[in-house]
């Protein structure tokens, strides 16, 4: 009999970890106890997928009668990751198998058909599908009728027809009974090479599977599927042996990514293995990658990586050249049209010969950029007018639905709600946007504005290594299991200084007590916002979301604060607190004289000073000159006031702008409320600020507002 949900009012008895649980719906007592406990029994059995006892009594026969295997996996992680676990559970089975996997530009996604001869070549009487497969009705019915059985074993959606397959594993199928639906492709894998350890005996030992939970982890992680439930499990035991690299290749990935001896987390995994893995498959031939977690020989282990990491970085500097002519075309093109900073759809855009391996990872930087879903195509796709594409979803929003709707115009597309690949013919290309355009029309939404997620306030009593180490008991963190993040108010910087090149900002904080307790001082870094130092100078109080973690510095544990954002506490006025109200009624024509007594603000404090104007184009020509910045008014001005020594607020940077925009020096995008979006625009010539109509409204020939 399981406890009862624990009240709303028993949360806050309970420690952090337990607490932090709560507030993500687990309110049980025992799933809590659970969910923190190291004893791993979150395991399905198998045998609950459809099809899985015929799976296993084909493979069984391919190995009894020395058939050959053929292993077909994705260019992916996961992809990846599912054949080299396969093909080692095979090979130590006795199995005589190999495996092929796609090129990713000329023979694209799942059973292709380009490869029909290939594989013909190879003569396997068995082919066993790994994270691809599920869409592919038509080509396997043409494997089956060339006379060799087909296994499918993937995660993707499933269409209303399944491809005609001896067995496909899928626990999203409809009459599936499996329990968890959320498992990647190598989760899949892995609980087929379950079922198979069981009915392999005494070849193999019921528990042989766990051995290949390291390579399940990096694919599962990899693939952003929820860390929850059995794939929480997975993650979490993998983890340990990860960590034991007891496999040449992940020993030598370690080794060339973790240069300061650093532990592996699943955040090591996700930016630094999982992306070299992946460049192997969207830079050439995805075997590298295979041959690397499968091989034995360190040498090899180490060339391999090292040829890996090379890829990866060139996959980073063809995909930022990429990205950076999509942006230019998207906020350069005028053809009557609305800009893309008008548009709430997704963006579909195309380039020439843009390198299909990276165009997802543009397009999940697009998706940043709009906070837009986003469909990137490229006219190098192995195809002769057809274009390959890219998709992925902003928070909120269904891409796979979005496509559907336009299948008409597709050749072929597949994949999640949150990310899919699709091709479509050249000339269809226009259409296709159209349809999606359609699509937004009558599926209008409020746009998604983005919002860090805070899970606890603390205060400087809760900023311990002992409050660290009980956070850890909520690890894997990932997809639907994030690190915590926490709030705490007033802290005050007494320490700044930019670091890695300028790029990051090294922080101390001193964090006020409350109710008697002491201040504390936490040191902190907050990626990527080095060029900000001197907005966040010493002295100044703001309010942090951070997480933690702990540093070790000779063989010393200290805490850590990562910083994910910084506010700068409510003044009590009006013009700084809420300045959208002002811009409101000042876009309704309300006299300055009648906001000054609203905002309980004179009036020359409600202006901008005259000398402002120069200022802040100055900090345009410095900071904005090369790029559209899209920004917070009451942020900008702070940083303006910052960087000249002046103080200027939100409403006043907004009527500076303004009159930038009536004279022609800068081109408005969008302004909604206190955000705006705009890019700087250079003119031959002296412009007369004075002579727009804003400057007009605002000052008169004695100095007095109009």
């Not at 766990?210 to 990899?222: E, V």
């Not at 690397?292 to 060139?314: G, I, P, V, Y």
């Not at 005028?334 to 579909?348: C, M, R």
């Not at 690949?421 to 998604?448: C, L, T, V, W």
């Amino acid at each position: 009999m399981s406890s009862p949900d624990l009240p709303d009012e028993g949360k806050a008895a309970l420690p952090l970890a337990q607490r932090l649980l709560f507030s993500r719906g687990i309110t049980n007592m025992e799933d809590m106890r659970a969910f923190l406990s190291d004893d791993h029994r979150g395991w399905h059995n198998p045998a609950l997928f459809p099809d899985m006892e015929r799976a296993s009594e084909r493979i069984t026969l391919a190995l009894a009668q020395r058939e050959k295997i053929l292993v077909y996996g994705d260019y992916d992680a996961d992809g990846i990751t599912a054949t080299a676990l396969l093909m080692l559970f095979l090979r130590r089975a006795g199995a005589d198998c190999a495996y092929l996997i796609p090129d990713r530009v000329s023979e694209g996604y799942g059973m292709s058909v380009h490869l029909f001869s290939k594989i013909s070549e190879m003569k396997p009487d068995l082919i066993i599908t790994v994270d691809c497969g599920i869409a592919n009705v038509d080509e396997i019915a043409g494997l089956m009728r060339a006379g060799m059985d087909v296994i499918v074993t993937d995660h993707h959606e499933v269409k209303p027809v399944l491809p005609p397959a001896g067995a496909v594993l899928n626990a999203k199928r409809a009459d599936s009974r499996y329990p968890f639906p959320h498992l990647s492709g190598v989760g899949v894998a892995l609980k087929l090479v379950q079922a198979l350890c069981t009915r392999l005996a005494p070849i193999t030992s019921p528990d042989d599977w766990r051995s290949y939970l390291d390579l399940a982890a990096i694919g599962t992680i990899a693939d952003v599927v929820p860390i929850l439930g059995e794939n929480r499990s997975l993650v979490k035991e993998g983890m340990v042996l990860l960590q034991q690299m007891k496999r040449p290749g992940i020993k030598s990935l370690y080794a060339i990514t973790h240069t300061n001896g650093q532990k592996i987390t699943t955040t090591s995994v996700s930016f630094l293995l999982a992306p070299r893995i992946n460049a192997s498959g969207r830079m050439g031939d995805a075997s590298r990658a295979v041959e690397l977690l499968m091989t034995d020989d360190e040498a090899k282990a180490a060339e391999l990586a090292e040829t890996l990491s090379c890829e990866n970085a060139r996959r980073q500097e063809i995909e930022l050249a990429i990205y950076n002519e999509a942006v230019k075309f998207l906020e350069n093109t005028n053809d009557g049209k609305k800009g893309v900073f008008e548009q709430t759809g997704p963006i579909v855009v195309r380039g020439r010969d843009w390198h299909p391996g990276v165009i997802g990872i543009v397009a999940s930087r697009l998706v940043s950029r709009y906070n837009r879903s986003a469909i990137v195509f490229t006219e190098e796709s192995g195809q002769k007018g057809i274009l390959k594409g890219s998709a992925r979803a902003c928070e909120g929003y269904n891409i796979l639905d979005a496509i559907l709707y336009a299948q008409e115009y597709t050749v072929q597309f597949g994949g999640h709600p949150k990310a899919a690949g699709i091709s479509i013919a050249d000339e269809q290309f226009d259409r296709f946007a159209q349809k999606i355009e359609e699509y937004e029309e009558q599926n209008a939404a409020e746009p998604y504005v983005p919002a860090l997620q805070v899970d606890e306030c603390l205060s400087a009593s809760d900023l311990t290594l002992e409050t660290c180490r009980e956070i850890s008991g909520l690890a894997p963190f990932g997809e639907g299991n994030q690190e915590p993040r926490f709030l705490v108010r007033n802290c005050t910087i007494t320490q700044t200084s930019a670091c890695g090149g300028g790029k990051h900002l090294k922080l101390r904080f001193s964090v006020r007590g409350i109710d008697g307790e002491d201040s504390k001082l936490v040191d902190a870094i907050a990626f990527g916002m080095g060029p900000f130092e001197e907005l966040y100078s010493a002295g100044i109080t703001v309010d942090v979301v951070f997480s933690l973690s702990i540093s070790e510095w000779k063989a010393r544990e200290s805490l850590s604060m990562k910083v994910d954002d910084m506010h700068f506490p409510k003044s009590g006025r009006l013009v700084d607190d809420t300045p959208d109200i002002l811009e409101q009624l000042y876009g309704n024509r309300l006299g300055l004289k009648q906001l000054s007594i609203l905002s309980k603000t004179s009036v020359d404090q409600l202006l901008p000073a005259k000398d402002d104007f120069k200022k802040v184009y100055q900090f345009l020509r410095t900071r904005c000159a090369n790029e559209v910045t899209m920004c917070d008014l009451g942020l900008l001005a702070r940083f303006v006031s910052a960087s000249y020594k002046i103080s200027l607020h939100a409403f006043a940077l907004a009527r500076i702008l303004d009159v930038f925009s009536e004279s022609g020096l800068i081109r408005f995008y969008s302004r909604k409320g206190g955000r705006v979006c705009f890019t700087l625009l250079f003119l031959d010539g002296k412009v007369k600020l004075e002579n727009t109509p804003t400057f007009q409204r605002l000052f008169a020939e004695e100095g007095h507002a109009l």
